[in-house]
């Protein structure tokens, strides 16, 4: 047992620092977002909107990251080494704007600007890590995407202590920027180039990109609207104090860097496809555990189970695209299936504040149940397809 405990350990600390420089990345905008998802009612008071109306300004980020489909290849391709360097100080001067916006149409723009600098720097980090799969040849997106939810974590508890202390968001994100710029000497990492095959004659990889960018996408869905709404549901709902919202999303990091790191190990011995269906009906579970909660404890154990379901779901997506697409088209299908998993931490937010303003949280996240469940005929359709590596 100790043998095992102790091979898992050294497989992970092996997975993170023979991507470290990626991982690092990943640690940024866990950071970020966690510290927002954290201030939420902060910004929502500081903005005076509804539900509905903080949902739909939300929405704003939606449009910089469709930005972000097209250009991120593009600056990947003119930035090259340099690509995550500049991607990480472009996310921490877009991070500067919201916590001191007022009005909500200026909110609306900060949003889409730090939609535009995050899916940017997403889709370039997680090409860089499908990159060191394809030349390690073993699944490190797992153990990256953990990264992601330690950063997430770790902002959302501190966030806990400082909106406790009345400390303004302003201040808080304005460290966090400082802090993040100081370690981007260390994510200069040279891009890999990948030549057609003369002989190749397939079509595009339209299906695999689809299917895989659905599945992604549900999970980002799921994992933002607790994101976003989890501290709003312990503190409105359940009648919680500031410092006990802010564990809402603290909750959801831990348990997903728990689950993430766990799938790095899973993801080395299962089938992809079984693992996301598990894992769908796991957190769909989680899920319904918070919409019924009668108090914040109960509340938080439904979000740690959703959270370790969902948390393998949207880097498998990820990783099978990368197995399923020729090699020359490796990087733009991740790019594709990225941007469209990360839409979901955009429109999430939106569709859960319209159904939280008619219908109340608790139908809310009861219908992230049933979305997550919609992971499942998906992951079928994924192991169907003829080119499908499982």
Not at 58 to 81: I, R
Not at 365 to 376: E, G, N, T
């Amino acid at each position: 047992m100790v043998f095992a405990g102790t091979h898992a350990a050294m497989s992970i600390l092996n997975a993170v620092s023979l991507s470290r420089r990626p991982a690092a990345a990943f640690v940024v905008i866990g950071l970020f977002w966690g510290c927002f998802a954290a201030h939420v009612p902060v910004l929502k008071a500081q903005l005076g909107a509804s539900d509905g109306l903080f949902g739909l300004l939300l929405l704003g980020s939606a449009t910089g990251l469709v930005s972000s489909m097209w250009l991120a290849p593009k600056a990947d391709k003119v930035l090259g080494a340099a690509g995550m360097q500049v991607g990480v100080v472009f996310l921490a001067l877009a991070w500067t704007l919201p916590a001191h916006v007022t009005t909500p149409l200026l909110f609306a723009g900060a949003m889409a600007l730090v939609g535009l600098a995050s899916g940017m720097l997403d889709v370039i980090m997680n090409a860089r890590v499908s990159e060191l799969e394809a030349t390690h040849r073993r699944p490190l997106m797992n153990a990256n995407h953990a990264m992601f939810s330690v950063g997430y974590a770790v902002a959302a508890l501190t966030a806990s202590a400082t909106r406790d202390a009345g400390i303004s968001p302003t201040l808080v994100f304005a460290g966090l920027a400082v802090l993040c710029v100081l370690i981007v000497p260390m994510m200069r990492m040279g891009v890999m180039q990948v030549d057609a095959d003369p002989t190749y004659a397939g079509h595009y990889p339209f299906w695999p990109i689809a299917l895989c960018g659905a599945v992604t996408l549900v999970a980002f869905m799921s994992e933002a609207t607790v994101e976003a709404w989890s501290a709003l549901h312990v503190e409105r709902t359940l009648g919680g104090g500031a410092a006990e919202g802010a564990l809402g999303p603290a909750m959801l990091g831990l348990t997903m860097a728990i689950g993430r790191f766990s799938g790095q190990m899973v993801s080395e011995h299962l089938r992809e496809v079984t693992v996301v269906k598990v894992a769908a009906a796991m957190s769909a579970t989680g899920a319904v555990i918070a919409a019924v909660a009668a108090s914040p404890i109960m509340a938080y154990l439904g979000f740690g189970i959703l959270g370790l379901g969902v948390s393998v779901i949207g880097p498998m997506g990820l990783a099978l695209v990368g197995k399923l697409v020729p090699p020359h088209l490796r990087t733009e299908a991740i790019s594709r299936v990225a941007v469209i998993g990360f839409s979901g931490f955009f429109f999430a937010p939106m569709l859960m504040g319209l159904l939280s303003e008619f219908f109340g949280l608790r139908v809310a996240f009861a219908a992230v149940a049933v979305l997550l469940l919609s992971a499942i005929p998906l992951a079928s359709s994924v192991a169907k397809h003829p080119a499908a590596v499982t």
